[in-house]
């Protein structure tokens, strides 16, 4: 668990979905709208181990954008209507069910990873050494 003391017990999706920091739960976690800052504002935590790779991309795909991309679907076959349509109904829906949960997600995966303290995987080559001793 991370060092919280003096903290308030602030849980990740609450602060990542706000773009705050997931320490003090004041300072902004992002300095643009998917680029996350160097460190928090108010508490000072650095943001280097925040890495969460293309976990936001990923959920999007998955929850968001598929859903639009059968209402498209669903546009086309059960209307067949003029290509324009789609510029009107199918388009807006995928621009916005795609952009608009990136920054919540990005925020809600770093606020985790800061909770779970979640990093890359190291070897420990001196717990090897130890066991291949007894
Ligand atoms: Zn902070």
Redesign the pocket.
Known sequence: MSDLSGQPDLTPWKVGLRGR?P?????HLFKGFLTIADR?D????DFDFADPADGPAFFVLCFACLPAMFLAVWIEVSFEPPFWVHIFTSLPALLISCILPLRPLKGWLVASQFRHKAAEGQIDRGAGDDAARD
């Open positions: 920091c320490r003090c739960g004041e300072g928090c108010h508490c000072g935590l």
